[in-house]
């Protein structure tokens, strides 16, 4: 990288300075809520997912925590679902935040 360039890389092995951890969460569990929307995507994983989220069995998570802690099972909810965008997301979540 060029000494002129005024390129901000984040890397969060030397500060979370600059990234947005909660907000890109957001985003995700937003592309979740739209693919759920739809008739025929949900099942038992995603409704015990939902309850979680929601504080009906226990302590209610934050978004980054419950995604971490699910993160093959949203990656195959956005790879079945062909959601490249979300997927995108989901891999920018997972580099900079988990």
């Not at 002129?4 to 951890?21: H, L, M, P, Q, V």
Request: net charge negative; hydrophobic share 35%; charged share 30%.
């Amino acid at each position: 990288m060029s000494e002129n360039c005024s390129c901000k890389s984040t890397d969060r092995y030397i500060s979370f300075e600059g990234i947005d951890c909660d907000g890109n969460a957001r985003r995700v569990m937003a592309c979740i809520d739209r693919i759920l929307a739809i008739p025929g995507w949900s099942n038992a994983f995603w409704e015990y997912f939902s309850t979680k989220r929601a504080g009906g069995s226990g302590p209610k998570p934050d978004d980054l925590f419950l995604l971490h802690s699910n993160i093959n099972q949203v990656r195959e909810l956005f790879e079945v679902s062909e959601d490249e965008e979300a997927m995108r997301l989901l891999d920018q979540l997972e580099e900079e935040c988990c």
